[in-house]
């Protein structure tokens, strides 16, 4: 059997009925191994969920500085969220679970 794609997605829940699904299509080259294709979208999916819920946090963490009028802790929410969205535009994902995932962990998975 000759497998020339393959997909991977994962349904990620939050409780309160909210869910989200990631996934990943891939076109496998001749020589490209299935099992190791299938274990990178994987481990793509699931870091894609853990930086969406890191950037999560920092709202929830904008929003209450700003419920709370603390102008100098949604200054600094403000720019990890600037920092964190343009490691995301250049794909630098593992840089953004290594350095703002332990601050801003959130749940489980």
């Known amino acids: 059997m000759k497998i020339r794609e393959i997909t991977y997605q994962r ?3 939050f409780g309160w009925y909210q869910n989200e699904r990631i996934g990943f299509t891939a076109e496998l080259g001749p020589d ?3 099992s190791k294709a ?3 979208l994987a481990e793509l999916t ?3 969920h853990h930086v969406l819920d890191i950037l999560r946090a920092i709202h929830d963490c904008l929003d ?4 709370r009028k603390n102008e100098e802790a949604a200054k600094k929410f403000e720019e990890d969220l600037k920092a964190v969205k343009k490691l995301i535009r250049e794909g630098r994902f593992k ?3 290594e350095k703002y995932g332990p601050k801003y962990k959130r749940g489980r998975d």
């Open 11 to 13: 349904l990620f829940t």
């Open 32 to 34: 490209e191994d299935v």
């Open 38 to 40: 299938i274990l990178e």
């Open 46 to 48: 699931v870091d894609i």
């Open 64 to 67: 209450l500085a700003v419920d």
């Open 95 to 97: 840089e953004v679970l």
